[in-house]
């Protein structure tokens, strides 16, 4: 069941939510090769705690880190270790971060150094993927046409979107309802209501689609080993557009 929040809910959510944009930021500032993405789970883990706030992720079913770190074929739910970066990597960083009673949620992708023109288009367009789901986005729209733009938008760039894993609502829980796929049919779904607080996050495949989960029941790598990118934000649906609560 999607319950919109009041303007008292979201206005707690900005502090978590602030604390996801900037620890993001600090995270693009330092990542480099050399480090490990244990070394970079630590940043998170040390920033957020700096903040006041807990890493939502640390303990959550288990998840044994901060921040879910994925080089390049991991899409999703890199476990930090001792994986060095190395140049022309990709890595996406996601992280959660809870204060006030709420979650905020985000992930960017980064270049180690520089990538591969393929590496570099991936990134580029998964932000993009982004930003052409919520084009349009106002109280009233269905909810898959985010869907039907980003996997638009993917494909039509040579890429394909994941289906395993999606975008959810967030709120007292990091996960609520709706789940927001990444493909879909333009004109269904249920119609957002204004003040629902929603994460769209497009993992998008220079490759195909398929993805297997390693043996640690988390790492989500690309079947056919090719990269994979990821980008979210955590946003309100108002009723003239949206407002972006991790940019
Ligand atoms: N932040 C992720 C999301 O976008 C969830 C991470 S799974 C966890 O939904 F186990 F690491 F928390
Ligand atoms: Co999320």
């Known amino acids: ?35 490990t993405t244990k070394e970079v789970d630590d940043l998170v883990y040390r920033f957020i705690k700096a903040e ?10 288990g998840y044994p ?39 905020g949620d985000g992930a960017r992708t ?35 046409d985010i869907s039907y733009n980003v996997q638009r938008h993917a494909e039509s760039n040579g890429f394909s979107v994941i289906r395993s894993y999606t975008g959810h609502g967030i709120g007292r829980e990091m996960h609520e309802d709706p789940s927001v796929p990444n493909f879909g049919r333009r004109g269904t779904g249920p119609r957002l209501e204004a003040g629902t607080v929603i994460c769209v996050e497009p993992m998008i495949a220079a490759g195909g689609w398929r993805v297997k989960v390693k043996d640690d029941g988390w790492t989500a ?4 080993g090719k990269c994979a990118a990821h980008y979210e934000n955590t946003l309100v649906v108002r009723e003239d557009g949206v407002e972006i609560l991790t940019l």
Do not use: Q, W
Not at 20 to 35: H, S, Y
Not at 52 to 61: D, Q, T, V
Not at 221 to 224: A, G, L, Q, Y
């Open 65 to 103: 880190a901060s921040a879910c770190v994925s080089v390049n074929e991991v899409v999703v739910h890199g476990i930090p270790d001792g994986r060095v970066l190395e140049e022309g990597d990709i890595v996406s960083v996601d992280l959660c971060a809870y204060k006030n009673g709420f979650h």
């Open 110 to 144: 980064f270049r180690i150094g520089k990538v591969s023109g393929e590496n570099d288009r991936l990134i580029r367009v998964t932000e993009e993927c982004f930003f052409k789901g919520i084009e349009g986005l106002k109280a009233g729209t269905p909810l898959y």
């Open 1 to 35: 069941m999607i319950r919109p929040k009041t303007e008292e809910e979201i206005a707690l959510m900005r502090e978590p939510c602030r604390i996801v944009k900037e620890c993001l930021a600090f995270v693009g500032e330092r990542i480099a090769a050399g480090m």
């Open 52 to 61: 006041g706030a807990e890493p939502s992720c640390l303990g959550y079913y």
């Open 221 to 224: 790598v690309m079947s056919d």
